[in-house]
T-cell receptor, first 113, second 115 residues
Framework: AQSVTQLGSHVSVSEGALVLLRCNYS??????LFWYVQYPNQGLQLLLK??????LVKGINGFEAEFKKSETSFHLTKPSAHMSDAAEYFC???????????FGAGTRLTVKP | NAGVTQTPKFQVLKTGQSMTLQCAQD?????MSWYRQDPGMGLRLIHY???????DQGEVPNGYNVSRSTTEDFPLRLLSAAPSQTSVYFC??????????????FGQGTRLTVV
């Protein structure tokens, strides 16, 4: 069964600094990978997804993630943090032909002025 | 487009009470699922359905029942609420295109407290 591990339950950065949120996956078959964002008291919104086309995936709000098969990683980055990026971020994995999606424990991003 | 709609948004139950969390989607998605979100544990899959009349268990199914009589609706039933079921519950839907799974589309959540 597929699974993801998010390293770091809480990440704090200064406004304008690089954002790096880490995700490693485990899957016996080629996976689909996703990053979702959750703002307080809201549902989850898709940031970006990897579906085996380009390994560097660009998403909304300036975020991007790179699929690295050799490292089984799918880390999320943003060159310059904004106060509005403060939220909880979830990495998720599914199999290509199976809609069963599994989530990591989440990383809370704090952005300091 | 309403997307995925969950009701109620908030609910307080007493231990032993039963209730149904409603979920409806208007996107004609065949796949629907229920997750619970607890601090430090991310989202855990409770039950899912691959189409009307078909349901199956996820990671944490105990204490919950589901049914899927239509494509649009996927209610989650708590048979006898326990404090351990205090959580935020999310319903999601997705589809398959050319055999490949889409991303999940989420409702706004139901915050349930069992006292």
């Amino acid at each position: 069964a597929q699974s993801v591990t998010q390293l770091g339950s809480h990440v704090s950065v200064s406004e304008g600094a690089l954002v790096l949120l880490r995700c490693n996956y485990s899957s016996s078959v080629p996976p689909y990978l996703f990053w979702y964002v959750q703002y307080p008291n809201q549902g989850l919104q898709l940031l970006l997804k990897y579906t085996s086309a380009a390994t560097l995936v660009k998403g909304i709000n300036g975020f991007e993630a790179e699929f690295k098969k050799s490292e089984t990683s799918f880390h999320l980055t943003k060159p310059s943090a904004h106060m509005s990026d403060a939220a909880e971020y979830f990495c998720a994995v599914s199999e290509r032909n199976n809609n069963d999606m599994r989530f990591g424990a989440g990383t809370r991003l704090t952005v300091k002025p | 487009n309403a997307g995925v709609t969950q009701t109620p948004k908030f609910q307080v139950l007493k231990t032993g009470q039963s209730m149904t969390l409603q979920c409806a989607q208007d996107m004609n998605h065949e796949y629907m699922s229920w997750y619970r979100q607890d601090p430090g544990m991310g989202l855990r899959l409770i039950h899912y359905s691959v189409g009307a009349g078909i349901t199956d268990q996820g990671e944490v199914p105990n204490g919950y029942n589901v049914s899927r009589s239509t494509t649009e609706d996927f209610p989650l039933r708590l048979l006898s609420a326990a404090p351990s079921q205090t959580s935020v519950y999310f319903c999601a839907s997705s589809y398959r295109a050319r055999g490949f799974a889409s991303e999940a589309f989420f409702g706004q959540g139901t915050r349930l407290t069992v006292v």
